[in-house]
């Protein structure tokens, strides 16, 4: 299948997470991602599940400034860690060991939920500068994303917390000075935490965006109302990478269906999370049920099967909130992610091919419907786009089993056999 090249130059080299604006609008909005990276390799295109290593640098790796300003000392991140997040743990470089590993390793593990994005720790290191030459991705080597931090601009004032290098590179590096903000355990290290997955959204190619009425984890301001990526940060990661069930493989054809369940008589559905109306719009960190098709080449199979003979209707909605969107320091429009592209809807016989039914109805934001009987065995959805952007949908198999022939006049026999021994007892 033809995927599309990624259409914008990279205008911004890096992004921040700041405690006040720094503007820096881009025209590159919605658009950049990963082309090659070292497990994968190059020609990854738009859509295109990726996976992507990670790791950090030694202390005493050079950090070139990116700022006027910035101080040129070397990485200091690992020991900072070890005395403010940690619990002052011994040296060495197993960081894996470290009790502030894990609030890392999740991030990376919270993107991966919501997106096509796989993510590998890389222990090692070659210990070229951040913002040297050129230092791709090397499997056993270095990471594709590596992680440092120094003294950037004081704990005061224009203060950086954070900055991300866009992709092919992803290299994070975060203010040491930032003592308090960074240290502060509540609610698991929030901040901490919103800083590191903000950071790796402009990694992954997600510039600023800005919204008057929805919450961001993309906004420019840190923001610690709410934990990890939103609507928004997910419908973006999931443009560039495609949902969770592309990862492996994805289900672009039949024989690589993502597997629903089995149709006993319940309900079953995928995509119910991103169906949420619009207000209030929070995504929760335990809300991982987000699918889309991502793009005009994106196809989604879905594979489900009947127990019994039923009568089952077939809904696939467009879903997700309407708000207020713009890039930092731009014009915000009105947004409305369940009105991005015009969704088709098939169910298939096992062979994957047959057509027993389809919607195909015409503009956004409709409920596409098929009604079929279906007897036992192993069905498929097919789901596709017309518009070539992102869009969320839910998918729902629902119905009622068909009673076998028989079953109402034995069960009127049975009726009448009841009432004849009541009689008799009375």
């Known amino acids: 299948m033809t995927k599309q090249t990624p259409t914008c130059s990279l205008l911004l080299a890096l992004g921040c997470f700041l405690m006040i604006p720094l503007l820096q609008p881009s025209d590159c909005f919605g658009q950049d991602r990963w082309t090659r990276t070292a497990t994968d390799g190059d020609e990854l295109f738009l859509g295109d599940a990726t996976t992507i290593t990670w790791g950090f640098v030694r202390d005493g790796t050079g950090i070139n ?48 939920q919501v997106s096509g994005l796989r993510f590998v720790y890389e222990p090692n290191d070659n210990g070229l500068d951040i913002r040297g030459p050129f230092n791709p991705g090397e499997l056993g080597v270095v990471a594709d994303v590596r992680i440092g931090g120094h003294s950037i601009d004081g704990e005061s004032g224009r203060n950086t917390l954070a900055y991300n290098y866009f992709p092919n590179n992803g290299d994070m590096v975060i203010d040491t000075d930032n003592i308090s903000f960074y240290s502060n355990g509540n609610n698991n290290f929030l901040g901490l935490r919103n800083v590191l997955a903000h950071e790796f959204g402009h990694g992954m190619g997600i510039p600023h965006h800005e919204s008057s009425n929805s919450r961001n984890l993309m906004e420019p301001l840190v923001d610690l109302s709410f934990d990890g990526a939103q609507i928004d940060d997910i419908a973006e990661a999931q443009r560039r990478y495609g949902d969770n069930f592309e990862e492996n493989g994805g289900n672009d054809q039949f024989i690589n269906a993502s597997f629903l369940g089995d149709f006993n008589g319940d309900d079953l559905a995928v995509g119910v999370d991103a169906n949420m109306g619009d207000s209030p719009i929070e995504v929760l960190p335990n809300q991982t049920d987000f699918v889309s098709i991502d793009g005009i080449t994106d196809v989604d199979f879905l594979e489900f099967s009947v127990d019994g003979l039923s009568d089952l209707t077939f809904t696939l909605d467009m879903v997700g909130p309407s708000y207020q969107r713009g890039p930092q320091g731009g014009t915000q429009t009105t947004y409305d992610l369940s009105s991005q592209s015009d969704l088709d809807l098939q169910i298939l016989g096992s062979d994957g091919v047959t057509v027993l039914g389809s919607s195909a109805l015409d503009g956004l934001n409709v409920t596409e419907m098929v009604q079929l009987q279906l007897d036992v065995g192993n069905y498929f959805a097919r789901i596709s786009g017309r518009d070539d952007a992102i869009q969320f949908y839910e998918f729902r198999v629902s119905g009622i089993a068909v009673p076998e022939p028989g079953a109402l006049p034995l069960a009127g026999l049975a009726l009448g ?5 009541r009689r008799v007892k009375s």
Not at 86 to 105: H, I, M, V
Not at 417 to 421: A, S, V
């Open 417 to 421: 056999w009841l009432m004849r021994r």
């Open 65 to 112: 400034p990116a700022f006027t300003g910035e101080s040129s000392d070397p990485s200091s991140l690992i020991s900072f860690l070890d005395e403010h997040v940690g619990d002052n743990e011994p040296g060495g470089d197993d960081f894996t060991n470290r009790s502030w590993f894990p609030l890392f390793n999740d991030i990376f593990d919270r993107w991966d």
